[in-house]
């Protein structure tokens, strides 16, 4: 069965995920962020069939999101650098990182994002540059753009309800932070 492809939808996430959306292309782009570059270290890095990795590194370099340079002549070797497009997805990855340690580790979170200099845990949040509050905020929502077809502004600006916080805190990424310890 053919999967439908997102290339040239409207919907920006939609053709983010046409590049990015297969999950094994998101774990080597984790593997990548981490230093890996050659096929060796993703192969034992994610367990992954060799037949898998390389058409995903082959759509990964399709996509713009890998570059492949040669590293050695004989024999034939290449290895897979992130482009700058590759590196902007670096707060895509932390965000879903974040999000899976925040809702589904019950057994503990098994890594933390630390600030190298001070080995101090990272609150990472999103933030809007020019008012510099949270974008989860409800008050931030899409709305069409310059090039938004009709259809898409008819969708973007259709009444609808507003979205319903669930719990406590889950518009501001602290739904279910652990309370710090207490100061002896």
């Known amino acids: 069965m053919q999967r439908k492809s997102f290339r040239d939808e409207e919907c920006a ?3 983010g995920l ?6 094994w292309s998101i774990l080597i782009l ?3 962020l981490q230093g890996a570059t050659r096929f060796e270290e993703f192969q034992k890095g994610l367990d992954i069939a060799p037949n898998m990795l390389t058409r995903r590194l082959r759509g990964l370099v399709e996509s713009g999101i890998l570059e492949r340079r040669r590293y050695s002549e004989t024999p034939e070797r290449f290895e897979y650098i992130l482009t700058p ?8 990855l932390l965000a879903l990182f974040l999000w899976g340690n925040e809702h589904f580790t019950p057994e503990g979170r098994s890594v933390l994002l630390v600030d190298s200099e001070t080995g101090r845990e990272a609150e990472p949040i999103l933030v809007d540059r020019a008012s510099g509050r949270p974008v ?4 931030f929502r899409f709305v069409p753009g310059p090039a938004a077809s009709e259809a898409m502004k008819q ?3 259709a009444p609808r309800r507003a979205p319903m916080s669930r719990t406590p805190g889950a518009t501001t990424g602290k739904a279910k932070r652990r309370a710090p310890a207490a100061e002896a």
């Not at 046409?18 to 999950?23: D, H, N, Q, S």
Request: aromatic share 8%; net charge neutral.
């Open 13 to 15: 996430i939609a053709r």
């Open 18 to 23: 046409e590049r990015v959306g297969e999950w």
């Open 30 to 32: 984790r593997e990548a």
């Open 85 to 92: 497009l590759g590196e902007d997805f670096r707060p895509v």
């Open 136 to 139: 989860c905020d409800p008050r």
């Open 155 to 157: 969708r973007l600006t």
